[in-house]
């Protein structure tokens, strides 16, 4: 290059010399560290970046044998620094004679000349054998308690350090140190020679906040095998803080701190303070024989934070679990009997353990339904002064618990169905009297647990739903046909007001009882994994009936394949799973249809319905029967994975027009499975069939 | 006259940056060239400016560029000098993050002298950038 | 045509009045041509990782993907706009924005180039008509040295 200096090119001899000189020092350190028994990652990255900047100079420059070598060199020690290469002795000779090499090539290069030299062909056949391995999968530094901000700007190399630190279980501190622009480079060596006998820094990351121009403030990453009080003793000064980074802490709050409110939502507190209560019985004996120890509790409150990050945790730990089971029958299968038999009992006693841990934290997570219903209570009072109407409030069962992510989501679909009842279901007071009801209206929240299942119920003795007219609007809105409507039963016609676009606002008061955005509703409890009901009377009432699983975060789900899909069908909506050859199948009014146990199972073919088309490899086939409620479907399925327990994320908005889905899981390695919604498929499948027909009245409403 | 802050913890790369800038290149025009060697260097030079441009590496011990980066994007009195990356093909991911939390351009080793030139001439040219947090 | 010139200068003189100085955009290829969207709406910049493909999802969803725990779903932006789609590279990448409801949506594009930043006096308005869907969603055009870039309206394309 003739536009380079020739001061540049001084300059590039001279430090590629002075890079070549400590690769050299260096390289006998690590060899004496390995002999030792030691590894220092430093000394590895040292000679990793030193190779490096070489290539980099080399291509600037235009010394091509340099750079050559160099990348070479700097691919192998890339491999061992990511930990995807171990230093052993060859690697260690291959470096070491690779010094010799690259004096020579400076020698001739400063000199100008051009003749090949040999020893660079061998030392780059040596260089050969050791091909770049398939290293560990890098994945996101995720699921630490690190400041994101911090993670953002580490570069890979950081992360790999700090993904390895974490994994061999050491401490992650940050110590907040001040310096003196003036000063710092000695005072940072200073820190740097006390801090490297406890441990590794991982990254210097300036803070931004400085009190003067002259001063500035650092955060040092630092992992160490010691506790707080020993890092403080050894490191700590005037203006030096060090934290520990909360990652294994399981620390609870103060008594009297008030609980942490979530997304947004405002967490009621009455005068009696309720709190997350979780009650622990002491850890010591009583000394008095007859005391039960059951009689002593306590509680503490906890940051919901904390326990989600444990469900997390828990979620893997399934994975994991599941992992083990795999393992066993991969053993089994290449004849390790013994070896499988035992890895098969490990994962039974981990299963159960898992279980336990799981069940514990959910029962932290429940909340009593009362936080919720007290919310509404107050929109009642302000709703019915709004309305002009006089509603009469009653809540039962308030006591009754359930997942606080569910809480949660359920705020608003209630809130909308109260509103609707006030504002649609109860009549003005002198049309009540008319008809003998008493003059203010009764709204009744009723919350019970059934089972695996919590109901929610809300009821009122308003004017109930006017079917006529439902079925009247629905054909002049184009939803159905004269035939169709004349065909429909009660509870379809009642289940009409459940198709989006029956209402509008204005129309909502004489025409249903109901007003507008029930199909909302219904999506959105869909998609908590429950279902709604509507039974209604004219004249008389109407009662609205949630049926909710008791828990949202982990849920127990069958795995099947279809075709290249991996679906997961929580195990809440599926009453079975049999073989299925293809036989028996008969066609009843253009749908398919199997018999079981003498009654008739409409059939769904995922592939056709989703439109996933593929060759069916497998004869064998197997058939998930999913039931909600008296409605019942025949999935076909290619596989059977068997039953794993899944975290289900909602999908984004911008899918929610999809229908089938209850969400997505992770799959293990970062892949991602789609959660089948059984509720939205069976509607699907039943609603395909014509009304009226056998098929259909297998999957009638519930009335 | 403009004035370039290049951040590098090579000697020759700082030598090979300044000799590029500092040639003869009507579109350049004269340069102050200012170089740190770390990225303490840079912290300690940056009150003392104006600079005009930033060009670092990325991959440097104690402060990394990407942490420089996000300094000068936080930081009141330097948040809108364009920043030039120098990085290497064989990391993606850390260019990606350094696009992300606010340089302006990257430049892969190797390059050239005259695509140094180009890039440094864009940016002073373009002038000082604004920029909104991000999310 | 004139509807198009106008809602991009509707679109112009509405970044104009709220701010004089420059604004960067984020340049990556779409189909062999350069774009741009303005870079403070881009949380991320990421190598595609295993997608998942929704079924009876629109056909510009690729599919949905992990992003450290987080599911992402993920549009090819050329699909999107109605351009051709050449072969996957290893260079493609997804950039992660977040919408105004808070989901985190990724677009799937060739490559990913650089930051430029324009004055707004560089940017025009695209009168002619350019290929596929993009006119509907194009901020203007800038042409830095011989370059040619079109910059897009992220708002409109996602729907904010």
């Known amino acids: ?703 | 006259m403009p004035r370039v802050l290049v951040v590098e913890d090579s000697v020759s790369m700082r030598a090979f940056v300044r000799s590029a800038l500092e040639g003869d290149d009507p579109d350049l025009g004269e340069i102050d060239v200012v170089e740190a060697s770390s990225g303490f260097d840079a912290l300690r030079l940056l009150p003392r400016g104006p600079y005009h441009l930033v060009i670092t590496d990325i991959n440097m011990p104690d402060i990394n560029g990407l942490e420089l980066v996000q300094f000068i994007r936080q930081s009141e009195r330097h948040r809108s000098i364009p920043i030039v990356l120098i990085s290497t093909r064989s990391s993606e991911r850390d260019r990606d993050r350094g696009l992300t939390l606010g340089a302006n351009a990257y430049l892969a080793k190797p390059f050239t002298p005259e695509m140094l030139r180009e890039e440094a001439a864009r940016q002073l040219a373009a002038g000082p950038q604004r920029t909104e947090p991000h999310d | 045509m004139a509807d198009l010139v106008r809602t991009g200068e509707e679109r112009l003189s509405r970044i104009r009045t709220e701010e004089r100085a420059p604004r960067e955009f984020l340049v990556f290829s779409l189909a062999g041509e350069l774009y741009g969207v303005e870079l403070t709406r881009i949380r991320e910049i990421l190598s595609p990782p295993p997608l998942t493909p929704v079924p009876r999802a629109p056909q510009d969803v690729l599919g949905v993907c992990s992003v450290r725990g987080l599911l992402v779903t993920v549009i090819d932006l050329r699909r999107r706009l109605k351009l051709e789609q050449p072969e996957t590279t290893r260079r493609a990448r997804i950039l992660l924005t977040r919408m105004d409801g808070g989901e985190v949506l990724g677009l799937y594009v060739d490559e990913v180039h650089q930051v430029v930043r324009f004055p707004h006096t560089e940017i025009e308005v695209a009168a002619n008509v350019l290929g596929g869907d993009v006119s509907e969603h194009v901020l203007g055009i800038a042409r830095p040295g011989d370059i040619l870039i079109i910059l897009l309206d992220l708002a409109s394309i996602v729907g904010t």
């Open chain 1, 1 to 703: 290059m003739t536009d380079i200096s020739d001061k540049a090119r001084e300059e590039f001899f001279s430090e590629a010399q002075e890079i070549v000189e400590n690769l050299s020092r260096n390289l006998l350190a690590l060899d004496a560290a390995e002999q030792s028994g030691t590894s220092d990652p430093s000394l590895i990255n040292e000679a990793f970046r030193a190779v490096h900047t070489l290539k980099g100079l080399a291509g600037l420059f235009g010394a091509t044998k340099v750079g050559a070598l160099s990348h070479r060199l700097e691919d192998v020690l890339d491999d061992v620094r990511l930990g995807r290469q171990q230093l052993t002795a060859e690697v260690l000779d291959v470096l070491f004679a690779s010094v010799d090499v690259y004096g020579q090539i400076l020698a001739g290069e400063k000199e100008g000349s051009d003749d090949p030299i040999p020893a660079v062909g061998d030392l780059m056949g040596r260089l050969e054998q050791f091909g770049v391995q398939a290293g560990p999968a890098s994945s996101p530094a995720d699921e630490y308690d690190l400041d994101p901000g911090m993670l953002a700007v580490l570069t890979e190399y950081e992360e790999h350090r700090l993904r390895t630190n974490i994994e061999q279980g050491l401490r992650l501190y940050r110590l907040r140190v001040q310096f003196d622009l003036a000063t710092i480079d000695k005072a940072l060596e200073e820190i740097k020679d006390r801090a490297k006998r406890h441990g590794e820094i991982i990254t210097y990351l300036p803070t931004g906040e400085t009190t003067s121009a002259e001063t500035i403030e650092l955060d040092l990453l630092m992992a160490s095998n010691d506790d707080l009080a020993t890092l403080i003793g050894a490191l700590g000064g005037d203006n030096l803080v060090i934290d520990e980074i909360p990652r294994q802490r399981a620390s609870l709050g103060p008594a009297t701190a008030p609980p942490s409110a979530t997304r947004g939502t405002e967490v009621p507190r009455p005068a009696s303070d309720r709190a997350l209560s979780v009650a622990v019985p002491p850890a010591v004996p009583s000394e008095q024989p007859d005391v039960s120890l059951k009689a002593v509790t306590q509680t503490v409150r906890v940051d919901i934070r904390r326990l989600d990050h444990l469900m997390n945790i828990v979620g893997e730990l399934a994975i994991i679990r599941n992992a083990l089971a795999r393992l066993s029958e991969r053993l089994r299968g290449e004849g390790q009997r013994q070896l499988s038999s035992e890895v098969h009992r490990l994962h039974r006693s981990f299963d159960r353990r898992l279980t336990d841990m799981q069940n514990g934290i959910l029962e932290v997570r429940m909340v009593p339904l009362g936080q919720v219903f007290d919310r509404l209570a107050r929109v009642v009072r302000q709703i019915s002064r709004d309305a002009d109407k006089n509603i009469r409030l009653v809540i039962t069962g308030a006591e009754t618990e359930i997942d606080k992510l569910i809480v949660e989501e359920l705020s608003d679909p209630l809130m909308h169905m109260i509103r609707n009842a006030i504002d649609h279901g109860i009549e003005p007071a002198e049309q009540r009297e008319e008809v003998g009801k008493p003059a203010a209206g009764t709204i009744a929240l009723n919350a019970f647990q059934k089972g695996n299942h919590v109901m929610v119920e809300i009821e009122d003795d308003g004017r109930g739903i006017d079917e006529e007219r439902l079925v009247e609007r629905a054909q002049t809105v184009g939803l159905l046909s004269s035939d169709e409507a004349r065909e429909l039963s009660r509870g379809e016609r009642i289940g009409l007001i459940f198709l989006p676009g029956m209402t509008t606002k204005s129309e909502a008061s004489d025409l249903s009882g109901r007003g507008v955005g029930m199909d909302v509703v219904r999506t959105n409890i869909s998609k908590l994994g429950g279902v709604i009901d509507v039974h209604s009377e004219f004249g008389i009432g109407t009662k609205m009936a949630i049926t909710l699983p008791i828990t949202l975060a982990i849920v127990s789900s069958l795995l099947v394949r279809v075709g290249e899909y991996t679906f997961a069908i929580p195990v809440s909506s599926v009453s079975e799973a049999i073989v299925f050859d293809g036989t028996g199948v008969r066609l009843v009014d253009g749908r398919e249809v199997m018999t079981l146990r003498g009654a008739s199972l409409p059939l769904c073919r995922l592939d056709r319905l989703l439109n996933i088309g593929h060759e069916t490899t497998s004869r064998r086939q197997f058939v998930v029967v999913a039931a909600l409620g008296s409605r019942r479907i025949g999935i076909v399925v290619d596989h059977l994975f068997g039953q794993q327990d899944i975290i289900i994320k909602p999908l984004g908005k911008s899918l929610e027009n999809v229908r089938g889905f209850a969400g997505a899981t992770e799959l293990g390695d970062q892949r991602v499975g789609l959660v089948l919604d059984a509720g939205a498929l069976i509607d699907e499948v039943l609603a395909a069939a014509t009304p009226g027909s056998d098929v259909d009245r297998e999957g009638a409403w519930l009335i």
